[in-house]
């Protein structure tokens, strides 16, 4: 079995950082397919709440890097994701998480902060590389096994 194909795939929100304006500035957020290692739910009395370890399939995710290839899950001896994030969000559908970044990006743009970098030029060359990176991931699929 392909690596690629062990792991439930599901979009999540990517931050965006830029080293060279301060200690890891977000600049904006992408939509990116993401590889699903590992879901907890803690049952609270206020509710359930969800995180997931999850691996971005870009190698590089600083605006000043360069990416390339599809990153996948990585393990260490004792079955720990080595290159897992933290995401307490998943979508089903680009289009969900499209919806919430661009949320994301407007409250973000309209901040103080945004003065100190364009971050419009910035956002739109990288969120074609991320597309273009994960264009060839296979889709998630939902609860009937049929392809988004």
Do not use: W
Not at 59 to 83: A, H, L, W
Request: glycine letters at 6%; charged letters at 20%.
């Amino acid at each position: 079995m392909n690596k690629e194909n062990m792991f439930p795939i599901k979009y999540a929100i990517m931050p965006v950082t830029n080293f060279a304006i301060g200690d890891m500035l977000v600049i904006g957020y992408v939509v990116s397919k993401v590889f699903v290692v590992m879901a907890q739910h803690r049952y609270l009395p206020t509710g359930v709440k969800s995180s997931y370890s999850i691996v971005f399939p870009v190698k590089g995710y600083k605006s000043s890097q360069v990416m390339s290839g599809i990153r996948t899950p990585e393990f260490d001896t004792n079955g720990t994701c080595t290159n897992a994030d933290v995401s307490y969000e998943l979508f089903d559908t680009f289009d969900e998480a499209k919806k919430v970044c661009t949320e994301r990006n407007n409250t973000l743009f309209r901040s103080d902060i945004a003065n100190y970098t364009d971050r419009t030029n910035m956002m739109q060359g990288f969120e074609l590389s991320i597309l273009e990176k994960t264009f060839s991931m296979p889709n998630p699929e939902d609860s009937k096994g049929n392809v988004r």
